[in-house]
């Protein structure tokens, strides 16, 4: 682009004549290479800038006036602050990609991947971020394999931004820790209140959905406010399994509220277990209808391979909002092997 600017000028000053006055104008080229280009190639366009500056300065007998030496001026100085600001430019993209770099280290660190395979399921998850550029945010999902059958945590933690992220941390950090040290599912999820009662500042809350699946083929549930996980049967049907009464979320204790009771719901080989955040139910389109997980749902996830159903519902999800979420949506699928497809993946 500088390069066809300076052309474009050049000519139209050699069509024009010197009484035009386009001389001036040769400082577009190092003025749009200090935007888009490095300082080298900025100073290598300024010189050929005021190259140009003296050949059409002299072709149109400018320098027996003011008029070439001002035009040299304005081209010198255009090309220094050129320079300058892609040197400054230079600095800050380095600094950003040190950044970036911290935030993904950050994000393995609070959302690390999850295991392909844990004992009979097939695991696949995806997590999409409201904030543009951003790969972690307030919702939270991990799996852990304990000697007490496999536990699986999906969360929301209440507000936005680095507060929220910072809440999630010790969410998923208590998690880890007391899923393999609490033998009952009750007694994780009351090591999980204490955690985020001590540990979280103000009114914060976390809605979240405890599962554990052990050898019996059925899923124990334990629900904090949370929306209830999708089950979709062998048959192609699907269901809500809600829980016998609802709790307030976690770090809601001291409202004297009564904690969450545990359910158990049938779930074996050839079924499918889809635990999700409110950003999916919630997500809306141009005229303000939610998405419809359990229409869409079902079908979407037959996909002979975990993670390529996981895909679709999410690609679905978006082209249902046709633009960028409003809340992030975290989505787990969890396949009791036997269903007849290739493994899961996280992505």
Known sequence: ?????????????????PGVGLLPLVSLGPAFAGLVGGWRRTALIGSVAL???????????????????????SVGGVTGVGIAA?????????????VRSI??????????????????????????SAVAEARIGGDLYEVVASPHGIRVIVGDVQGKGLAAVETAAVVLGAFREAAHDEPDLVGLGERLERCV???VEGEKFVTAVLTEIGKAHEAVFLNYGHPAPMVVRRDGTSDFPEP??????????????????????????????????????EARD????????????????????????????????????AGPLHDDAAMLLLRYRGHGGGEGAPE
């Open 197 to 199: 009662g001590r540990e």
């Open 244 to 281: 016998p009464a609802y709790a307030l979320p976690l770090g809601l204790s001291a409202h004297d509220g009564d904690g969450p009771k545990p359910y158990r719901v049938p779930f074996g080989p050839g079924e499918q277990l889809f635990l999700y955040t409110d950003g999916v139910t």
């Open 1 to 17: 682009m500088p390069v066809a600017v300076m052309f474009v000028v050049a000519a139209a000053d050699v069509l024009a004549g």
């Open 86 to 98: 892609a040197v400054m430019r230079s600095r800050r993209e380095a600094e950003l990609a040190s």
């Open 103 to 128: 935030a993904e280290v950050a994000q393995r660190v609070l959302l690390r991947p999850v295991p392909r395979t844990v004992g009979p399921l097939q695991v696949a998850v995806s997590y999409t």
């Open 51 to 73: 190259l140009l500056c003296v050949v059409l300065g002299l072709y149109d007998g400018l320098f027996e006036e003011r008029r070439g030496y001002s035009a040299m001026a």
């Open 286 to 321: 141009a005229k303000g209808r939610f998405y419809p997980l359990g229409e869409r749902g079902v079908s979407l996830l037959q996909a002979p391979a975990a993670h390529h159903a996981l895909r679709q519902l999410r690609e679905d999800l978006v082209r249902h909002v």
